[in-house]
């Protein structure tokens, strides 16, 4: 069904069309073929405009994506999307939104992938931090002693993946736990694993979450925060 939007993968030496389907998730993805037409329309564009090339990059450019995001998540500002170099310097921006002279509890689950969880490890490391990890198994009790948890500590942050990125588990109910967060938490989605692989939906939860959702340039901070 997808395979004519790959049509320049496929017929290159890498792939064939008739023998090999490539699913390895964290390797060298196939790139649909619209790519090399941004690629190619970023060139003429920057050839055509030089310096001025940056004006419609961020008039329409990253507007019409913001608005493609706000509709695949059913998120009614697509303003509220925000874009970083890296996943670092997204949670760094959310982190400046507390006050780090006071401690700081997190809770998050021991199933996080790398961009966070090396990053949260670092962190835990300083004398004001203080990490909770819940096991993510057993998988049919993770979002009762998820949630617990949530409303017994004194969080400031929770984060927890909509899928994890080792097993392909759906977090059960992580949507509706959001809902019932404690007003005193601000609770992080990450979508990595999840974004155009299922249905999200933040359309009834839009002002409780933030969700980033690939691990390296973009988060979609669903509320407005001043960060």
């Known amino acids: 069904m997808y395979q004519k939007y790959y049509r ?9 069309p008739t023998s090999m389907l490539h699913m390895a998730c964290h ?18 564009d920057s050839a055509l405009l030089a310096d001025d090339k940056w004006g419609p990059i961020f008039e329409e450019k990253i507007p019409a ?27 760094y921006r959310l982190l400046s939104a507390f006050d780090l002279s006071r401690p700081l509890r997190i809770l998050t689950t021991d199933g996080e992938f790398y961009s966070f969880a090396r990053q949260l490890q670092r962190l835990d490391e300083l004398p004001g931090v203080e990490v909770t990890r ?9 979002a009762e002693r998820f949630e617990q948890e949530l409303h017994r500590g004194d969080y ?5 993946s909509q899928v994890f990125f ?20 601000e609770l992080v989605i990450d979508g990595y694993h999840a974004f155009f692989a299922r249905p999200i939906d933040l359309g009834e939860i839009a002002d409780k979450v933030f969700l980033p959702p690939a691990p390296t340039n973009t988060w979609v901070p669903a509320r407005e925060c001043a960060l």
């Open 166 to 185: 080792d097993s392909g588990v759906v977090f059960p109910e992580l949507l509706q736990i959001a809902g019932r967060k404690p007003a005193r938490t």
């Open 65 to 91: 994506w913001q608005g493609a995001v706000a509709r695949t998540l059913n998120l009614p500002d697509p303003d509220r999307i925000a874009i970083a170099p890296n996943t670092h310097e997204l949670v």
């Open 27 to 44: 390797s060298h993805h196939y790139w649909p073929d619209v790519t090399l037409d941004a690629v190619q329309q970023y060139w003429r």
């Open 8 to 16: 320049q993968f496929l017929q290159a030496p890498s792939g064939s």
């Open 134 to 142: 819940i096991p993510k198994e057993p998988y049919a009790t993770l």
């Open 156 to 160: 400031q942050l929770a984060y927890a």
